[in-house]
């Protein structure tokens, strides 16, 4: 399963996705929202503790004004400014707080640093802290995040599960992003590659560590489908659907890697797909999309995958659910 924070690179439009040069590439990733299943707990009336499972979003943008986090949790959401020092940004906070229904959420970015992509990679901390203990803890400062939040002692990773990740890419035919799949904890480097143009000879080609696992010909035959692989021992589900970039002018392909999965046993939040569930400055940006096509692109073959996981009597958004990772491929320049 892919790991809490796993950073992301993406190609150039023009660069090959491969194992040798992608983590050297330019990138043009601006957008990640990542979906969290906690299992909040306060105190009940009778002295003891009452479990709240929720659904805790982060969504981190990258624009030309800078960088910034926004957090939807219990039905309250608020943006937080992240971006690296500079001359125009002298007096920044060190670190902040912010009480909800629940849970309380404690963060540190002063010194985050960051890579190419809107997620800081060293120096943070971002914490939720419910009945007093840490539910979730992302970055690279424990300790300071432990002291900031009062709380003794890192969360036990079994209540808090990454189950969702939703990315955006922007290029011309290659499309790469990073991932951890199988019980290896291994990152591996996912390519995208489309060819041949939007003829008949169209071809999608999903690669793992420079490793063809997927090769669909005729893709304006095929243009929508899934495939079983595996990698590490794990057996990873890819979906796709690459409709609009055949017919529709434009728009974003639909990528989805569904890793992992049990067999029920979990808390279902609602027995949907998080990823259906857009907010913040990834919904300026699908409203952005050509034509409502793409949107009903997306939500339909997210409805397909759902429907799959149902099947195989899979709970999507719980802990034992797995991992999905989403990607919304899209073309910048056809030239």
């Given at each position: 399963m892919i790991g809490p924070f796993s950073p992301t690179c993406?190609?150039?439009?023009?660069?090959?996705?491969?194992?040798?040069?992608s983590k050297n590439m330019n990138k043009s990733q601006n957008l990640i929202t990542c979906i969290y299943h906690l299992q909040q707990q306060d105190g009940s009336s009778g002295g003891g503790q009452q479990n709240?499972?929720?659904?805790?979003?982060?969504?981190?943008?990258?624009?030309l004004l800078g960088h910034s986090l926004t957090v939807h949790l219990d039905g309250s959401a608020f943006t937080i400014d992240i971006s690296p020092p500079s001359p125009l940004r002298l007096f920044r906070p060190k670190r902040g707080s912010k009480p909800l229904a629940h849970a309380n959420l404690f963060w540190s970015f002063a010194r985050a640093r960051f890579d190419h992509g809107p997620e800081p990679t060293r120096n943070f901390y971002l914490c939720v802290v419910?009945?007093?203990?840490?539910?979730?803890?992302?970055?690279?400062m424990p300790d300071e995040?432990?002291?900031?939040?009062?709380?003794?002692?890192?969360?036990?990773?079994?209540?808090?599960?990454?189950?969702?990740?939703?990315?955006?890419?922007?290029?011309?035919?290659?499309?790469?992003?990073?991932?951890?799949f199988g019980g290896t904890g291994r990152e591996h480097e996912i390519g995208i590659e489309?060819?041949?143009?939007?003829?008949?000879?169209?071809?999608?080609?999903?690669?793992?560590?420079?490793?063809?696992?997927?090769?669909?010909?005729?893709?304006?035959?095929?243009?929508?489908?899934?495939?079983?692989?595996?990698?590490?021992?794990?057996?990873?589900e890819i979906f796709w659907d690459v409709y609009?970039?055949?017919?529709?002018?434009?728009?974003?392909?639909?990528?989805?890697?569904?890793?992992?999965?049990?067999?029920g046993g979990g808390v279902a939040l609602g027995g949907v797909w998080p990823e259906l569930v857009v907010k913040g400055p990834e919904k300026k940006l699908l409203r952005k999309s050509v034509s409502s096509r793409s949107t009903e692109s997306a939500s339909s073959v997210l409805q397909w995958a759902g429907s799959f996981?149902?099947?195989?009597?899979?709970?999507?958004?719980?802990?034992n659910s797995g991992f999905s990772l989403l990607l919304y491929a899209w073309r910048s320049d056809k030239k």
């Open positions: 993406f190609s150039a439009p023009d660069a090959e996705p491969t194992t040798s040069n709240h499972p929720s659904l805790l979003t982060l969504t981190w943008s990258k624009t419910t009945a007093g203990r840490a539910a979730l803890l992302l970055g690279d995040a432990l002291r900031h939040a009062e709380v003794a002692d890192l969360p036990d990773p079994s209540p808090s599960a990454l189950v969702s990740r939703r990315e955006h890419v922007f290029g011309r035919r290659n499309y790469a992003t990073t991932a951890r489309c060819s041949g143009g939007e003829g008949k000879e169209a071809k999608l080609v999903v690669r793992v560590d420079g490793k063809s696992v997927l090769a669909v010909k005729k893709l304006a035959w095929k243009f929508r489908g899934n495939q079983r692989v595996v990698v590490d021992g794990s057996t990873v609009n970039w055949l017919f529709n002018g434009g728009g974003h392909a639909v990528f989805i890697f569904q890793a992992g999965g049990g067999s996981s149902e099947s195989s009597n899979q709970s999507w958004g719980s802990p």
